[in-house]
């Protein structure tokens, strides 16, 4: 594999969906899975891609399936209020 692959943005944007639907800020989430709050926002920009476990984790910590959070469609369907 040549050069860096780049990681998509919807990753982070979902991220930033569920951690705001759920009415929490970086800082309370790093708190309760226990991760440094630089590392989280690295993963909501794109800048590092988080984990399999880290990402199983936090959906069943929002009660989501791995399918929902990673949704490649999540953002263009809340834009058009698909979703609630």
Same mark, same amino acid.
């Given at each position: 594999m040549k050069g860096k692959r780049e990681i998509p943005p919807y990753i982070g944007q979902n991220l930033i969906y569920f951690r705001q639907k759920n009415n929490l800020t970086? @800082?309370?989430?790093?708190?309760?899975?226990?991760?440094?709050?630089?590392?989280?926002?690295?993963? @909501?920009?794109g800048r590092t891609l988080p984990t399999v476990m880290f990402l199983k984790e936090l959906a069943k910590y929002y009660q989501i399936t791995l399918d929902e959070l990673l949704d490649e469609k999540l953002i263009d369907r809340i834009k058009w209020k698909v979703l609630p």
């Open positions: 970086q @800082e309370e989430l790093c708190q309760i899975l226990d991760i440094s709050r630089s590392t989280y926002a690295y993963y @909501e920009v």
